[in-house]
Nanobody, 117 residues
Framework: QLQLVESGGGLVQPGGSLRLSCATS????????IGWFRQAPGKQRELVAT????????TYVNSVKGRFTISMDSAKKTVYLQMSSLRPEDTAVYFC??????????WGQGTQVTVSS
């Protein structure tokens, strides 16, 4: 079973950067697609970025294209979300999730990102 642990959240000023990490463990972790989601207060959870096994394909929601980069270190079994040019509207709890098929059925506990001056 895939386990996921996020880290790297915090408080940052608008225009700043943060790098989130998602450490994975479990059976054949490289076989899972990994996604970063976020949920702001009063809003639905939103899929921000995904990466397929072994980092072959990446997708981004339009609002973060050109600002966020998802990457995978297979040796460390860690997925990163590099976030730059952060905006107040990026404030949310960020979750990483994993899936083998079409269902995101493995979740981390989340890490808070707050963008504020």
């Amino acid at each position: 079973q895939l386990q996921l642990v996020e880290s790297g959240g915090g408080l940052v000023q608008p225009g700043g950067s943060l790098r989130l990490s998602c450490a994975t463990s479990g059976f054949t972790a490289d076989a899972y697609a990994i996604g970063w989601f976020r949920q702001a207060p009063g809003k639905q959870r939103e899929l921000v970025a995904t990466i397929t096994p072994a980092g072959g394909s990446k997708t981004y929601v339009n609002s973060v294209k050109g600002r966020f980069t998802i990457s995978m270190d297979s040796a460390k079994k860690t997925v990163y979300l590099q976030m730059s040019s952060l905006r107040p509207e990026d404030t949310a709890v960020y979750f990483c999730a994993g899936r083998e098929t079409s269902v995101w059925n493995y979740w981390g506990q989340g890490t808070q990102v707050t963008v504020s001056s």
